[in-house]
């Protein structure tokens, strides 16, 4: 499954919109730069490592070698980018829920969009756009974003507590480790593969 490496996903989605609106979607995601706020839905989800949206015009895309062809396109494309734990329909979804109007205005003037509610349309406009990854690099695939965060926050909390205690008696070492341990338990996972959420989500990443 060229789409996943350990517990991540690499999503990536190209949909055409209409040249002459190509504008309009550049003005809204100046307004989502702008006023963050906008997002703060998609900004909570813990399972995102990475979204990115772009947008090239139809006359933009790069033209390598004076023997090239020049494209004749009737269509500007946005490109979506995203990188994320969990199985396809639970991100998918997670955007659906916490973004619903925001996805709504990004992709509004892309061709044939259905809307995020209902879901099923949704799933079926992201599947048919969606371009499989053929190599994905992740550096931690054993980890997803909140491992992480957890790593972060073992480290700084061992680094203080030998600064703070690495000279005390052994009794007394011993019951301040004890006591850390208790304190950062929630930050201790297991680094593994995560478990098929069922077999129509394992087909998407085939």
């Known amino acids: 499954m060229s789409n996943i490496a350990g517990k991540a996903y690499a999503m990536n989605v190209i949909t055409p919109i209409r040249w002459y609106m190509t504008w309009?979607?550049?003005?809204?995601?100046?307004?989502?730069?702008?006023?963050?706020?906008?997002?703060?839905?998609?900004?909570?989800?813990?399972?995102?490592?990475?979204?990115?949206?772009?947008?090239?015009?139809?006359?933009?895309?790069?033209?390598?070698?004076?023997?090239?062809?020049?494209?004749?396109?009737?269509?500007?494309?946005?490109?979506?980018?995203?990188?994320?734990?969990?199985?396809?329909?639970?991100?998918?979804?997670?955007?659906?829920?916490?973004?619903?109007?925001?996805?709504?205005?990004?992709?509004?003037?892309?061709?044939?969009?259905?809307r995020s509610v209902p879901l099923t349309p949704f799933h079926s406009y992201i599947t048919y756009n969606q371009i499989q990854t053929d190599h994905y690099y992740n550096a931690y695939p054993m980890a997803s974003s909140n491992d992480i965060k957890s790593a972060k926050k073992l480290k700084a909390a061992l680094i203080d507590f030998d600064a703070q205690h690495g000279n005390k008696s052994p009794d007394d070492f011993i019951k301040e480790y004890n006591a850390l341990l208790r304190s950062l338990q929630h930050d201790m996972g297991t680094m593994q593969p995560l478990p098929i959420v069922s077999l129509a989500d394992q087909a998407k990443g085939d």
């Open 24 to 114: 309009i979607n550049k003005v809204i995601f100046w307004f989502a730069l702008k006023f963050p706020s906008t997002l703060s839905g998609l900004i909570t989800l813990s399972l995102i490592h990475y979204a990115r949206w772009v947008i090239i015009g139809r006359k933009q895309f790069p033209h390598l070698d004076e023997h090239q062809p020049k494209e004749d396109l009737h269509y500007s494309y946005m490109l979506f980018f995203s990188n994320f734990n969990g199985s396809w329909a639970q991100y998918v979804d997670s955007f659906t829920f916490a973004i619903p109007a925001g996805l709504d205005q990004f992709w509004k003037w892309n061709i044939r969009y259905p």
